[in-house]
């Protein structure tokens, strides 16, 4: 994990700790855990015990994502070459999806979430964290967002400045169970964030 991923984590942390405890039941041992665009698995410390699919398209990966498996007792972990778009998975193959840090810098977001629709089961749930377009409270922010959009996507595998995956979410037949849009000063650019859980 590169020192910004670290930072990252600590700061958005009271919000993935208060998520995952909502998200993951008592019984969650059980449970078929998907996490798509896992990295380097920052998500490993809400995993403890289970058994989890992740998904990334960077192989380069998998080394770290293994170690924090298994630093932080993943009980299995089965890593998965592919892309959110166009997930190799069956129909209502897990009970939960993780996605975080990723719709900003997917080809097509409409795509991915109907993706994590589709290999959800009937009642299944899916967590997402991202980094969102300022909204119209900060609007000097959510211009230089829009101006600087080009150069991030240049210099940052893609990643966008400018998108609110909520309304897609919404649109795929989630339904939001929470949703909650929050704001980090110290991260500047990405500092507006949305975060919540839906259902299938």
Known sequence: MSQ????????????KKELFSQF???????LSILDVGAGTLPNAKYFQDMAVTAVDPNQEMWPYARASAARHGVRSLTLVNGVAESLPFAD?????AVCTLV?????????AVRELHRVLRPGGKLLFLE???????????RLSQTLLNPLQRALA?????IRDPLKSIRSERFQ????RYFFIPALGLIGPHVSGIAVR
């Open 4 to 15: 910004f991923e670290e930072e990252y984590e600590d700061l958005v942390g009271p919000t």
């Open 24 to 30: 993951i039941p008592a019984d969650a041992r059980s």
């Open 92 to 96: 209502g193959s897990f009970d939960r």
């Open 103 to 111: 719709l900003c810098s997917v080809a097509d977001v409409g795509a």
């Open 131 to 141: 980094h969102v377009v300022a909204g119209q409270e900060r609007p000097l922010l």
């Open 157 to 161: 595998d893609g990643c966008n400045l």
């Open 176 to 179: 939001l169970e929470e949703e």
